[in-house]
């Protein structure tokens, strides 16, 4: 059973409200936000690989807990999600199959995310707060340092912003499920989830494979 309910919206797509969401469900989402973002840019092409590849993991995570949050539960063994190595394997598959089955609403507000960062001139200046505050959210020291880095690859490495874009879009969106949640408790009426403007989607030829995958948009 759907924990959301859908209704038609305005030019941004429909309207999606999620009902009470679980406190072991709100704990996963904020857990899954830790993740090692780079504290300084370091020279070369590892770094940018690295960032990609925990990326990638993020996304996978992201869209994981989304479509829990979408069901409303979430398995008993969570341990193989909080795992930050790299997604590969059994484990790669579990995450990519999860996503797969995400509803279309729910899956476009990941999109409207993901293309509204790619689209803005904004897009460095609202993702790397945004995941340096979650991953170091007790030391403001690493989250200061990991947000100037984070900035620095947004702006010097344009081939890793559709990872960091999705990235930021995958973990944003249940966070902003669980906030909507809450505001609907205290009003006592549905909430929608918040989403930025959607823009155009780029290129398939463009979108790398593991992106489209995910989001089936290649």
Known sequence: MA????????LRGDLVAPLAVPPRLA??????????????LQPGARIRREV???CRLQSARGLTVLAWLAEGDAPADIDWLLDTHRLTGRRQERMYGEAERLADPV???VVANWTWALSTGHGGRVTAPFFASRAYPDDGYAAAHATVTLLQLWDRAPEVRQALALAWAATRTPADWCKAAELGAGHGDEVPIF????????????VRPWIGRLLRCA
């Open 3 to 10: 924990a959301y309910t859908v209704r038609p919206g305005d």
């Open 52 to 54: 990609a590849e925990l």
């Open 195 to 206: 989403t930025y403007p959607r823009g155009p989607l780029p290129p398939k030829s463009a």
């Open 107 to 109: 899956r476009d507000l």
């Open 27 to 40: 704990d996963v989402v904020e857990r899954i936000q830790r993740a090692p973002w780079p504290q300084w």
